[in-house]
T-cell receptor, first 113, second 113 residues
């Protein structure tokens, strides 16, 4: 079964620090890698996404780093704020006929003042 | 803004009851999805639909069925609810050719007693 492995399960970061969440995948047919952010009581919302033709994508304080050869990608949250406290899911998608996003198991981020 | 709504935020049912979860999207999306979210397991796809009256099984379809009679509405049916179906249920939708970009509803938290 296709898998996306996400770590860590939980993360506590001081306000102003850098939060880093890592994901690894096996299927080389994956060609789209989104990150979703989910606040308590809400559905996941697309945060940022990357395709494997670039090694990095930045949107504000959020950056995805992508290492195609290692089959790994990570989310970096710079200057982490208490409002960033949420669960983050990485995911992977293959355009080769599948409708499925394959999700990691999630990382619960807590940013403490 | 894309809006995906789910009929109930919280639902309590008895074992053996037939349960209907409703999802409506207002963006004329062709694709609709039902996921189940459990702690430590991430999001798992139950069923998806790429058109009216069309459906495909996801990773965990056992014990569930779906109905899509109108483009904007996708229903998840638990024919005979069991305690192991206690979970958060998330509906999502996407455009036909943007399958990778899915928009989620707020979720229905179902408790089966």
């Amino acid at each position: 079964q296709q898998q996306v492995k996400q770590s860590p399960q939980s993360l506590i970061v001081q306000k102003g620090g850098i939060s880093i969440i890592n994901c690894a995948y096996e299927n080389t047919a994956f060609d789209y890698f989104p990150w979703y952010q989910q606040f308590p009581g809400k559905g996941p919302a697309l945060l940022i996404a990357i395709r494997p033709d670039v090694s990095e994508k930045k949107e504000g304080r959020f950056t995805i780093s992508f290492n195609k050869s290692a089959k790994q990608f990570s989310l970096h949250i710079m200057d982490s704020q208490p409002g960033d406290s949420a669960t983050y899911f990485c995911a992977a998608y293959s355009g080769a006929g599948s409708y499925q996003l394959t999700f990691g198991k999630g990382t619960k981020l807590s940013v403490i003042p | 803004d894309v809006k995906v709504t789910q009929s109930s935020r919280y639902l309590v049912k008895r074992t053996g009851e037939k349960v209907f979860l409703e999802c409506v999207q207002d963006m004329d999306h062709e694709n609709m999805f039902w996921y189940r979210q459990d702690p430590g397991l991430g999001l798992r796809l139950i069923y998806f639909s790429y058109d009216v009256k069309m459906k495909e099984k996801g990773d965990i379809p056992e014990g569930y069925s779906v109905s899509r009679e109108k483009k904007e509405r996708f229903s998840l049916i638990l024919e005979s609810a069991s305690t192991n179906q206690t979970s958060m249920y998330l509906c999502a939708s996407s455009f036909r050719y943007r399958k990778e970009t899915q928009y989620f509803g707020p979720g229905t938290r179902l408790l089966v007693l």
